[in-house]
């Protein structure tokens, strides 16, 4: 984005992104890296994270690491790595997530309770253990990766939605807390995004071909989002440009909630 004044430049930034193997925390990774930030790319996926990094501009601007974000050992470790490699932490991508469709009543109490440990309690640790970095860098911006889903309800989507509709209010929360301290803290509603979480869903809705045939009839846009296009809000609240914005929640979904 270029504009007298309105370039996103994040050199100096830091920060943590985590589900950076695929999809939009992928391009949220390169595109910071392009910015001039330092990155720890996190996800359990080992292969698809270091490809992650070989993708970036500059791959030395990327520090991969192995972790699951239910896990406040691996989800420490990152921020700690952010601090001991790269000097600070300015900016945590709470990305990571699962998504497991089902009603209510064929979802299993195990398939609620992983969904709720990666895609809620996931933020929870990235928000509780990237803050204090932030506060000893100066200042920082929480960016949690929501969903459509943490605005409107889709059929057979019950565990990821209560997730999602989690993350939005953990957003506001965090966003109320620190409001005067320098931390910011918002919350990224994406629609439909042609990544590989969404295929479990398009199977229960007659495949990813009917999915994208469909489409039009509830993404207005007509068609399906790109990583890049989420990233593109993940740069913006990253950057200083965002600097007034804290506890919202950027809708980016070709209008699906525009309906
Ligand atoms: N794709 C969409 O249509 C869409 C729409 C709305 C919101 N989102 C959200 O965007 C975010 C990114 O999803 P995506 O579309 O890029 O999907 P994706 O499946 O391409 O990427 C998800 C990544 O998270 C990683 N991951 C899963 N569990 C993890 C764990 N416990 N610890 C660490 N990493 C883990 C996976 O290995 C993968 O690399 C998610 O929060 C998702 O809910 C996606």
Redesign the pocket.
Known sequence: MTGEGYQIDLRGKVAVV????????RAITRAYVAAGAKVVA????DA?VRRTAELCTAPGSVAVLH????DPVDVAGAVALAEDHFGALTTMVN?????IPGNVVETSVEDFDRTLA??LR?VFLGCKYAIPAMLRAGGGSVIN?????SLIAEPVLSSYAAS?GGVLMLTRSVARDYATSGVRCNCI??????????LAHAERMGGIEQVRRDLPNWQPIGRE?R?EE?AATALFLASDLSSFITGSALVADGGMTAM
């Open positions: 985590t589900g950076a193997a695929s999809g939009i925390g996190l996800d359990i996926d698809g972790g699951d974000v239910s990305n990571a997530a699962i998504s990666v895609n996931g990766m929501g969903s459509v889903n999602k509603c994406p629609g439909w995004v042609d990544t590989p979480i969404n989002g990583p989420i």
